[in-house]
């Protein structure tokens, strides 16, 4: 079996300024989720916004106005086979400033914060959700095990 190739294109708001070092962790992060997922050969964009931007969608696209941290946008089927065998999962947009946030707030690293959102984001690109609670559990344990694996553990 051919050896899965993933792409991930990270833009964000031209105001928006990160290290570089952020940029490698995400593409990380995502990368984790799809080789732990088993994930065909995909592509999937993140991109970074702030609380307006991410207000914006939000109110656009889901009719709530207010900031959220992280959104996904996945790809029908019929819109997400692009050509060579690879699937366009869609779109994940993360808050840089609400990531700041709840990272004071939750007392971890920023960069923990933003992985996390990430790690959370794919996995709702790839089917996992949590409105049940047993979803809940199970979408935890994935994004748990996957920051673990980059070596960004929840501190206790």
Do not use: C
Request: proline residues 4%; charged residues 30%; without cysteine.
């Amino acid at each position: 079996m051919e050896r899965a190739e993933y792409t991930i294109l990270i833009s964000g708001d031209d105001h928006l300024v990160w290290p570089p070092a952020l940029e490698e962790l995400l593409e990380k992060a995502a990368r984790a989720v799809l080789e732990s997922e088993n994930t065909p050969s995909a592509e999937v964009s993140l991109h970074l916004t702030d609380d307006a931007g991410i207000r914006a969608l939000n109110r656009t696209y889901r009719h709530i106005d207010a900031p959220t941290d992280v959104l996904s946008f996945g790809l029908g089927p019929e819109d997400g086979d692009a050509p060579g065998g690879v699937v366009l999962l869609g779109d994940v947009i993360v808050s840089l400033e609400r990531a700041r946030e709840q990272a004071h707030e939750y007392g971890h690293s920023f960069e923990r914060e933003v992985a996390f959102l990430v790690v959370h984001g794919v996995l709702h690109l790839l089917g996992y959700d949590h409105e049940t609670d047993a979803e809940r559990a199970e979408m935890r344990a994935r994004e748990e095990a996957v920051l673990a694996e980059l070596g960004l553990r929840r501190e206790e």
